[in-house]
């Protein structure tokens, strides 16, 4: 058996011995009473009884040894600016920002959405609601009106923190009226509004409602805010994301088993250690930004990096220059990143001195082996797929390198990681599957500390969509499809159900389909996932016109397309934006009226659609065969 197996085994037969261990990581301002308490399957209760702060594990406890350590590095290349923050800074940023939350009326419990670019400021609100116990939610700046409003209302924040613009690609993107929409479409209406002026785009105040952050942080100058202790179930933020139907759920993250969780994780999967600089290129908005860009690395006293722009601009070396100018020790992206520098010219891999990084990770959708095979000899050093989910916080499967570098294999994220009794098994009868078969990746609860605790506000939900998935067994399906070679190691096969992966973004098929509906133009659709060699997977939709006159000619066509995909933008925002609209006069259908979207899958992608002996109409697929042939 193997150092990683062994401690696989010994996480799985005595989780409470094990996990014990772990939370000596972190600071407990009261110590728990019992490890686990899984007395109600599926809701599983961490450290019970004990009390701590993820703000006070971040910060307070690092201000005797590094207060003078860089905390927070802040890049922009949109705005060509560059900031680090020391412990102490950082401390005195996100005291005055828990200050003014506090001034403008949030409390314990409340929470606080924040809709805002790669900024410090976002990085400051989040450990400012951390450290007052109110439950923050960071909407994916990405995101437009609509998907905003939806997120308004079933979060219900007391205070949204925004600013007037970011910049992607040197071109300015103006958040305020987007937030502005989203909140006179919402049914709830936040009391306060904080803002961020960087002075990128005319900003339009509501007043009474709209704050200045500005003026507010030279009010509560040298603000201290006692942390407030949370009992470890206690949530610490409410994350959305895309599942099969078109409401997002709220992904509910605990307070003392997220800690642990991230600080286990530092040390077994990204052998990071106080002092060392971790460089994380993903966005606050997503799960991979929350737990190591800022939640992860600050936990165990280390330096971050957050990196507004792209990896492209000003040029290729852009990455690269940052390991060499901050002496990077890890770095964390997405193999679409990875894809984009293939693109580039191969020289910007030599050219900086790389000699601090040891490791790069990559996660959020399946590493193709020439990408991966590509960077690891670009750079020479080793390469870690890792896989994981919004819902689970931190790597389900990796080659857990702080505890043994098991040799990879390309294609495949590696072993199990210790904590997850995951197994492969029949989606018809719940039955584990041998190596080498097909079956969904589920794991048998309960589940390590640091996975959603529930949905927000909806518990039931949390037991039909998450637990009830797979039959004959209690069991957390991870919706994606998966098979386990004779020596453990797991490979990715897909998702099992509507949620598509562009570009590292989750995205549900059915939250576009709804938006394209929308558009009066619009009878009947359906979005699909299509393979794309750049970013792993794009969005088609396929069309039904109301009216058949308007899309008679090409030009016809064109126009709605353009139309839609403007609808898209506008009500989601640009990552949801099919890359093209088809039309047809007819989709796909069972005879009782559901749609087959394997079966257009598969022809958008040039398959064979296999058994169709229940579509109602067959001419239905060669009029999409024509449709993508223009
Ligand atoms: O389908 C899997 C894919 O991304 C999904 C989770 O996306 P998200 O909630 O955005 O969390 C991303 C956290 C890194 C998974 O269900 N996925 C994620 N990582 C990998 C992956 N697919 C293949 N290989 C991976 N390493």
């Given amino acids: 058996m193997t150092a990683s197996h062994a401690v696989h085994a010994r996480s799985l037969a005595d989780p409470q011995g094990f996990w014990a261990e772990q939370a000596k990581r972190i600071d407990w301002e009261t110590p728990f009473g019992q490890v686990l308490d899984n007395s109600c399957p599926p809701f599983t209760r961490w450290f019970v009884g004990g009390r701590t702060n993820l703000c006070h594990n971040a910060l307070d406890r690092h201000q005797a040894a590094r207060a003078a350590q860089p905390a927070l590095v802040w890049i922009s290349t949109e705005t060509d600016e560059q900031r680090t923050y020391t412990y102490a800074e950082l401390y005195d940023e996100v005291n005055r920002m828990a200050a003014i939350l506090q001034g403008l009326g949030v409390q314990k419990g409340d929470r606080v959405l924040i809709y805002m670019p790669m900024i410090p400021q976002a990085?400051?609100?989040?450990?400012?609601?951390?450290?007052?116990?109110?439950?923050?939610?960071?909407?994916?700046?990405?995101?437009?009106?609509?998907?905003?409003?939806?997120?308004?209302?079933?979060?219900?924040?007391?205070?949204?923190?925004?600013?007037?613009?970011?910049?992607?690609?040197?071109k300015v993107v103006p958040y305020k009226p987007l937030l502005d929409e989203a909140i006179r479409l919402s049914q709830h209406k936040p009391e306060k509004v904080l803002l961020v002026d960087r002075k990128l785009a005319d900003m339009p105040r509501t007043e009474g409602r709209d704050e200045d952050y500005a003026a507010w942080r030279e009010r509560v100058a040298g603000a201290q805010v006692p942390c407030v202790w949370l009992e470890s179930s206690e949530p610490s933020y409410v994350l959305y994301t895309s599942g099969t139907t078109g409401k997002p759920k709220g992904v509910q993250r605990d307070t003392g088993g997220y800690a642990v969780a991230l600080a286990t994780s530092m040390a077994y999967i990204f052998c990071g250690k106080a002092g060392d600089t971790m460089f994380t290129a993903s966005d606050i908005g997503w799960v991979v930004g929350h737990s190591y860009i800022v939640y992860g690395p600050l936990l165990a006293g280390m330096t971050t990096v957050m990196y507004e722009g792209t990896p492209i601009r000003p040029d290729g070396g852009i990455l690269w220059r940052i390991v060499e100018q901050y002496k990077v020790n890890l770095m964390f992206s997405a193999p679409t990143a990875i894809r984009v520098l293939k693109k580039q010219d191969p020289s910007w891999l030599t050219r900086y001195d790389l000699s601090s990084l040891r490791l790069l990770f990559?996660?959020?959708?399946?590493?193709?082996?020439?990408?991966?095979?590509?960077?690891?000899?670009?750079?020479?050093?080793?390469?870690?797929?890792?896989?994981?989910?919004?819902?689970?916080?931190?790597?389900?499967?990796?080659?857990?390198?702080?505890?043994?570098?098991?040799?990879?294999?390309?294609?495949?994220?590696?072993?199990?990681?210790?904590?997850?009794?995951?197994?492969?098994?029949?989606?018809?009868?719940?039955?584990?599957?041998?190596?080498?078969?097909?079956?969904?990746?589920?794991?048998?609860?309960?589940?390590?500390?640091?996975?959603?605790?529930?949905?927000?506000?909806?518990?039931?939900?949390?037991?039909?969509?998450?637990?009830?998935?797979?039959p004959n067994r209690l069991c957390y399906s991870t919706f994606d499809w998966g098979v386990r070679d004779e020596d453990g190691y797991v490979f990715i096969l897909g998702r099992t159900d509507d949620v598509i992966n562009v570009a590292g973004h989750r995205l549900g098929t059915r939250e576009i389909e709804e938006s394209l509906s929308s558009h009066p133009g619009v009878a009947e659709v359906a979005v699909v996932g299509v393979q794309d060699a750049l970013k792993g997977q794009v969005a088609m939709g396929f069309c039904i016109a109301r009216d058949a006159a308007r899309t008679a000619t090409p030009a016809d066509r064109l126009a709605l397309e353009g139309e839609l995909m403007k609808t898209v933008e506008q009500q989601l925002g640009a990552v949801a934006r099919p890359a093209r609209v088809f039309f047809v006069n007819v989709l796909p259908k069972t005879r009782s009226g559901k749609l087959l979207r394997r079966a257009i899958q598969a022809v958008a992608e040039g398959r064979d659609p296999g058994d169709l002996t229940t579509i109602e109409d067959p001419t239905a697929l060669e009029q999409l065969q024509s449709a993508l042939k223009g």
């Avoid at 989040?126 to 409003?149: K, N």
């Avoid at 690891?376 to 989910?389: A, H, M, S």
């Fill in 123 to 170: 990085t400051f609100a989040m450990l400012a609601c951390a450290r007052i116990g109110a439950i923050h939610s960071v909407v994916f700046g990405g995101f437009a009106s609509v998907s905003l409003a939806a997120r308004i209302d079933d979060a219900q924040p007391r205070v949204i923190v925004s600013a007037d613009a970011g910049s992607r690609a040197g």
């Fill in 362 to 470: 990559l996660a959020g959708e399946p590493l193709d082996e020439p990408t991966a095979r590509w960077i690891q000899e670009g750079i020479g050093k080793p390469v870690v797929d890792n896989y994981w989910q919004t819902e689970s916080g931190w790597p389900i499967i990796a080659i857990q390198r702080g505890i043994e570098a098991l040799p990879p294999k390309l294609g495949s994220p590696g072993v199990p990681a210790y904590g997850y009794d995951l197994r492969i098994v029949d989606e018809n009868t719940g039955k584990e599957c041998a190596p080498g078969q097909k079956g969904v990746v589920a794991i048998d609860g309960p589940l390590p500390p640091g996975c959603m605790s529930t949905v927000w506000g909806d518990d039931d939900r949390f037991v039909r969509t998450y637990w009830s998935a797979v």
